[in-house]
């Protein structure tokens, strides 16, 4: 498997805005699947964007019209970039990669990736 290394965390005020990158250690384009997962201490893993090899995107209701899943094959990185950030937005955020097709209503399923990132913190007050 590739390894996947999330960077970009950090500390932000509310109204703010962070880029996350997740760069794979192989070729990121040959999984089908990428995505963003976050998680709080005491709750499961959320599925935030995901994105496949076709270029189709899934958001949670939480994030739609702020953040936005960008995948450049050029630089190898799967990027998240976060606007209009707010406290419920605090989490460990870790990358996920899947070769195989996930069908679209688990695309933001944590059971459906088998690669992940180590994760990356974001704090916003």
């Known amino acids: 498997h590739v390894q996947l290394v999330e960077s970009g965390g950090g500390s932000v005020q509310s109204g703010g805005s962070l880029r996350l990158s997740c760069t794979g250690s192989?070729?990121?384009?040959?999984?089908?699947?990428l995505a963003w997962f976050r998680q709080v201490p005491g709750k499961e893993r959320e599925g935030v964007a995901a994105?496949?090899?076709?270029?189709?995107?899934s958001y949670a209701d939480s994030v739609k019209g702020r953040f936005t899943i960008i995948k450049d094959i050029a630089k190898n990185t799967l990027y998240l970039q976060m606007n209009s950030l707010n406290p419920n937005d605090t989490a460990m955020y870790y990358c996920?990669?899947?070769?195989?097709?996930?069908?679209?209503?688990?695309?933001?399923?944590?059971?459906?990736?088998?690669?992940w990132g180590q994760g990356t913190q974001v704090t916003v007050s």
């Open positions: 996920a990669a899947q070769r195989w097709s996930v069908a679209r209503h688990v695309m933001l399923s944590p059971g459906e990736y088998n690669v």
């Open positions: 192989g070729p990121i384009n040959t999984y089908w699947n």
């Open positions: 994105i496949d090899s076709d270029a189709l995107t």
